[in-house]
């Protein structure tokens, strides 16, 4: 069980790296504050989510990281506030996967540019 002090942790690496720039040795430091805050947030992912919920995210981030990302943030959030109960299995991700999808969907607008086969000397 990954305790909320982790996540709060996280999230100041995450804001710490993207604060600090430099050369050389600034590069390395935040190199590696990104892979621990990567580490973890894939372990508190993986106390969360069940084996087969987690290689669905996987698939789902190889296919559209974006969606991935949104999923694994829900998630967390939800962690750190405490509405996780016990861990969370695939037929639960793909419902969340669902609802995600729902509201990214883009309603293409197409508009037709309807040419005047007659030209009249009015309009112009």
Do not use: C, W, Y
């Amino acid at each position: 069980v990954v305790s909320t002090q982790s996540t709060e942790a996280v999230v100041s690496t995450q804001s710490t790296g993207a604060q600090q720039g430099g050369a050389g040795g600034g590069q390395n430091k935040q190199m590696e504050q990104q892979a621990r805050a990567q580490e973890m947030k894939n372990n508190m992912l993986s106390a969360i989510l069940d084996q087969k919920a987690r290689a669905r995210l996987n698939t789902v981030a190889q296919v559209k990281p974006e969606r991935a990302q949104k999923v694994e943030m829900m998630l967390i959030q939800m962690f750190q506030r405490g509405q996780v109960m016990g861990k969370i299995g695939e037929e639960e991700l793909r419902k969340m996967l669902e609802e995600i999808s729902k509201s990214d969907t883009k309603t293409t607008k197409v508009n037709f540019d309807r040419r005047r086969v007659h030209l009249d000397s009015d309009s112009d």
